[in-house]
């Protein structure tokens, strides 16, 4: 009997503890924001810091059940500047010895995972070192699930979508070419 309790409690303690985790996916880069960044040919571009108000996020919770967040721990903020650096190095415009560096933070990131109303939402501030900056908010709409698992899967598989959507309202908006003037 007491080893049967035993067990018990510490098969309810790992599954307590253990907890699932849904981690977004390594990003992948878009042709398309390649393509607009290649079309501004003979700027190179540095990265600086890409914070996020000292919040430190690197997971949301989904449906207060399931952690959904970057696969090593890293914010989504660094998550964010390693997908920009790879889209910029790929269009051959990364420089980290470059005279414009870019900095960005992350002001606020929401995830929704409601049935009919499923959406990640980035606001961002992206400063140059020329002194130009601008403001964007970038959302990303996806299909969800009456099943948490299932909408808490599609939250994380459509994660590289949103940040592809956000480099892209990025880059393709008219004061981008300010940023990236010495």
Known sequence: MKRTTIAALAVTTALMMGGCANKVHEYTPSAENILILQSLKGSKIALGDFTDSGRNESTLMCRLSTPVGTASGET???????????????????DPNAPV?????????YGSTMFGNAYWEFKVTLKSSNGKQIHKTVRYDYDSSYLATSACSEM????VLAVQKLIHEIVSD?????????
Do not use: T, W
């Open 174 to 182: 008219p004061r981008f070419k300010d940023l990236v003037r010495p």
């Open 101 to 109: 560096r870019l900095e960005m933070n992350l002001d606020d990131i």
């Open 156 to 159: 994380q598989r459509s994660f």
């Open 76 to 94: 989504f903020a660094e998550y964010i500047r390693r997908a920009f650096k790879k889209e910029l190095v790929i269009a051959g415009l990364f």
